[in-house]
């Protein structure tokens, strides 16, 4: 609305100002679409200015959820596993990790999102489980069982330490939040 009043307002000052001027109506006419313009070129630039100005702010990107991706990960690894046919206490334990870090990853991503704790968390489910079976599910069924020892080891590692984490998650010890993910990140980020 405003711009128009510009506009009607710039028409009759250049309307009474030309018929003040040359005191005839033809003068007058010109006068008046000579201001007009004027008013709506200045309306037209007020009205893009306001529709920039009022163009409403990007809204913040919220942090994104990496839970559901990390456990479909999981259950790819599940899989996988299965499919490599691991002697079953290789399969166990490795189900048994698995399992811990079903429980962690949701609890850790909605109730301490931006902690330390939950980066090396979520570190665990998407890089140190994956950096301890996979060498191993590469090997032939020979090397495996020469093999088993050293990986039920690792397994064993990282599963004590989800151990701790649910621990002190279930016990709310803050304080030695910084503490778990600073063992974490020093025994499995190689």
Do not use: C
């Amino acid at each position: 609305m405003k711009p128009w009043l510009i506009v009607g307002g710039l028409f009759a000052a250049g309307l009474i100002l030309a018929y003040a001027v040359g005191k005839t109506l033809v003068i007058a006419l010109v006068g008046g679409i000579s201001g007009g313009a004027v008013g709506a070129l200045i309306a037209y630039f007020l009205l893009q200015r306001d529709k920039q100005s009022a163009a409403p702010a990007p809204e913040p990107q919220s942090p994104v959820d990496p839970t559901i991706p990390l456990l479909e990960s999981l259950v790819g690894l599940n899989v996988a596993i299965r499919e490599q046919a691991l002697p079953l206490q290789a399969l166990e334990t490795t189900e048994r990790v698995i399992d811990k870090l079903r429980e962690l990853l949701p609890e850790m991503n909605e109730n301490y999102r931006g902690n330390d704790l939950t980066w090396e968390v979520n570190r665990s489910a998407e890089d140190y489980l994956v950096r301890v079976v996979k060498p191993y599910m590469a090997l032939n069924s020979g090397d495996r069982q020469d093999r088993m020892e050293e990986f039920l080891q690792g397994l064993s590692s990282l599963e004590t330490a989800l151990d701790e984490v649910l621990d002190v998650v279930r016990n709310h010890k803050q304080g030695e939040f910084s503490v778990k993910a600073k063992f974490l990140n020093a025994r499995f980020a190689r």
